[in-house]
């Protein structure tokens, strides 16, 4: 027999082979099974359905320690999902759903929010990571760029919501995340910067009507912004992009 047989028909590579074989598979099965840790068991869409696991089935529960000492739970079945305000449109099973009540707070469509912590996304050394401009004092605007301190608001009606009072700073991305918008009525809204046209003539929001900022969701703290409130205020904005007027439900032809 040559070098690394063991018998006539078995040799070394070919055993180091199938060893490989079941580690990949085995390996295929342990990501599968984590994967189910996110979006398991599945809603069927019906009252008292079957608990839809997939294969393979969801893993026991795992707690992860995250660096600011708090702990959590993947799977954590007891965590309370996104709020929404909808019906079907029609009977059947997987139907479109229509918002009820105020479309841009329904959460649904591209107004549908997930229920992250009602907590501040921290930096590694503590401390909030999105606080405004005015306690940034070692941040700034480029002189590049436009300043929107000041400038005015306004909704995809043309008309005036208000002026932007400050900015918002992500501190570990050195980026600007939100302008903050002080309305006629004399509240302060948040606004994502991705929704801002901003110029020298000013900051325009195709996404809603001016008068619709009035609603827009507020932060509890005039200083700092919880993960939850960014969810629910992205998705006002994105659900105006379809709901903000009754046309933007309409074919485009």
Excluded: C
């Excluded at 070394?12 to 068991?41: D, K, S, T």
């Excluded at 954590?76 to 709020?83: F, H, K, Q, V």
């Amino acid at each position: 027999m040559e070098t690394g047989a063991i018998t006539q028909y078995v040799d070394v590579a070919q055993i180091v082979l199938y060893m490989f074989w079941l580690f990949f598979a085995g390996l295929m099965y342990y990501l599968l099974r984590e994967n189910h840790r996110e979006g398991y068991p599945m809603d069927s869409g019906r009252d008292n359905g079957p608990k839809i696991e997939g294969w393979p089935a969801v893993p026991e529960p795992k707690t992860f320690k995250m660096a600011n000492g708090h702990t959590y739970l993947s799977p954590d079945l007891s965590r309370a999902d996104g709020s929404y305000s909808a019906q079907p449109i029609h009977g059947w099973n997987g139907a479109p759903l229509e918002p009820v009540g105020d479309p841009l707070l329904a959460g649904v469509g591209p107004g549908a929010w997930a229920a992250r912590a009602d907590e501040p996304d921290t930096m590694l050394e503590g401390g909030a990571k999105i606080i405004p401009l005015r306690f940034a004092a070692e941040h700034g605007v480029a002189s590049q760029d436009t300043d929107p301190r000041g400038l005015t608001v306004t909704g995809a009606d043309g008309q005036e919501a208000g002026t932007v009072a400050d900015l918002w700073i992500d501190q570990m991305e050195m980026v600007f995340r939100y302008l903050e918008v002080k309305l006629a009525s004399g509240e302060v809204v948040l606004l994502p910067m991705t929704f801002a046209d901003i110029s020298r003539h000013g900051v325009h929001v195709v996404a809603i009507l001016a008068a619709q900022f009035a609603n827009v969701p507020k932060t509890k703290s005039q200083y700092q912004i919880t993960m939850l409130e960014e969810e629910k205020i992205s998705a006002y904005y994105g659900a105006g992009t379809l709901y903000a007027t009754p046309a933007r439900q309409e074919p485009l032809l």
